[in-house]
C-alpha cells in the first residue's frame, strides 16, 4: 500500500525558514502530482505547492516568493522550502500524492495522504 511521510516541521520565529520533507513508498511508478497542503485550527485544508511530474509548480497567491517545492533525487521524494516564514503559516502541512488526475491543488483530486507534519510561526 502506498505511504506517505512527512517530516521537518517545527516551531521557528517569523522571518525563518524551515524545510519539509517528503517520502512516498508501496508505487512503482511515479506520481501524476504530488503537492503540499495545510491546515490551520478552524479553517479549510489550502493547497499551498504542487509539483506534476515533468517538474511543473504551481503555488498558492500567499506563498509565491518564499515557498519553493522540488523533488528529490529519489522517486517520488518532495520538498518544500520556506522561507520568510510569517505567523499566518501556521499550520499542520500534508503530503498528497496523485497517480493519475490533473490534480493541481485542489484537495478533492488526491488519492494519497500523509499524517502530517506540524509547523508553528511565532511572531
Known amino acids: 500500500q502506498v505511504q506517505l511521510v512527512e517530516s521537518g516541521g517545527g516551531s521557528v520565529e517569523a522571518g525563518g525558514s524551515l524545510r519539509l520533507s517528503c517520502a512516498a513508498s508501496?508505487?512503482?511508478?511515479?506520481?501524476?502530482?504530488m503537492a503540499w497542503f495545510r491546515q490551520a485550527p478552524g479553517k479549510e485544508r489550502e493547497g499551498v505547492a504542487a509539483?506534476?511530474?515533468?517538474?511543473?509548480?504551481t503555488y498558492t497567491e500567499s506563498v509565491k516568493g518564499r515557498f519553493t517545492i522540488s523533488g528529490g533525487n529519489a522517486k517520488n521524494t518532495l520538498y518544500l522550502q520556506m522561507n520568510s516564514l510569517k505567523p499566518e503559516d501556521t499550520a499542520m502541512y500534508y503530503c498528497?500524492?496523485?497517480?493519475?488526475?490533473?490534480?493541481?491543488?485542489?484537495?478533492?483530486?488526491?488519492?494519497?495522504w500523509g499524517q502530517g507534519t506540524q509547523v508553528t510561526v511565532s511572531s
Open positions: 498528497a500524492a496523485e497517480p493519475f488526475r490533473y490534480a493541481f491543488l485542489d484537495t478533492a483530486q488526491y488519492t494519497y
Open positions: 508501496g508505487y512503482t511508478y511515479t506520481f501524476r502530482y
Open positions: 509539483l506534476d511530474k515533468y517538474g511543473v509548480t
